[in-house]
């Protein structure tokens, strides 16, 4: 694949791309759904530019989800969730004490999330079977609930020069932590989840591994899933500079 450098531009769509497949059904619902997800889409990706001076990444593996891949066509209100998943994802392959240690609860589906929710006494019992999105405040307790893992969530303010501090506290993140960050807005509401970021020298900004849960058709391959933009580098600068962002951060370092 070319540099992604010319390949970044301003007018980046954050969620609302045409998507391929849109006749998609989704596959027969079964217990090894996750088993054909892809894995670490991410990999094998170019720089986003051929003089970053720091590039941070998570550490370990997660899986792909986006729209449908189970099965349920939550198309429009379901990207927090499926970003979530992932993030559970790498809990269970790069977190949790591997067996016979320990046997790590694979990632809930969108009914536990939203029965979770309801548990705690976060949401009225009508949540529950809903096409009600969630957010970082959601994912941060969800991840508590099933995983005991505590999460910070960190809230941006608009414009460049608070984005380019949340690339910094983005890779303290990667650094310390090495787990994927979820990350949403107000007037930029789809939900993206967080792989790395790479800094560029002399105020020239920053980039983002973005992944983008908002794909719905047949699974792709890594060259597709990278080609077609799902899981890519992103200027901060692209980012809308009127929205709010909260970022959520599981911490996930052993003491």
Not at 160 to 166: K, M, P, S
Not at 167 to 186: K, T, W, Y
Request: proline content about 7%; overall charge negative.
């Amino acid at each position: 694949m070319a540099n992604l450098e010319e390949n970044v531009s301003e007018g980046i769509d954050w969620g609302e791309k045409a998507v391929a497949g849109d006749k998609h059904k989704g596959t027969e619902r079964n217990a090894d759904w996750t088993g054909t997800l892809l894995n670490n889409a991410h990999i094998g990706l170019p720089s986003p530019a051929p003089d970053v001076v720091k590039c941070s990444l998570i550490s370990g593996e997660c899986l792909y989800f986006h729209y449908g891949c189970d099965g349920q066509d939550d198309r429009g209100w379901g990207c927090g969730y499926r970003t979530l998943q992932t993030m559970a994802s790498w809990l269970c392959q790069s977190w949790a004490p591997p067996p016979p240690k320990g046997k790590c609860r694979p990632p809930p589906s969108l009914p536990e999330i939203q029965h979770a929710l309801v548990a705690m006494g976060d949401k009225l019992a009508m949540f529950a079977g809903s096409r009600e999105w969630i957010g970082t405040f959601e994912a941060a307790l969800v991840l508590d609930y099933y995983y005991d893992v505590p999460c910070k969530v960190v809230h941006v303010r608009g414009g460049g020069v608070e984005l380019e501090r949340a690339a910094e506290e983005l890779h303290q993140h990667f650094q310390s932590q090495g787990s994927p960050v979820m990350m949403g807005g107000d007037r930029d509401n789809s939900s993206k989840g967080i792989l790395g970021v790479c800094t560029r020298p002399g105020g020239q900004g920053s980039y983002l591994l973005v992944m983008d849960p908002h794909y719905y058709g047949p699974r792709l391959e890594m060259t597709s899933v990278q080609g077609q933009g799902w899981v890519s580098w992103k200027k901060v600068g692209s980012l809308d500079h009127s929205s709010f962002y909260n970022l959520c951060l599981p911490q996930t370092s052993r003491k």
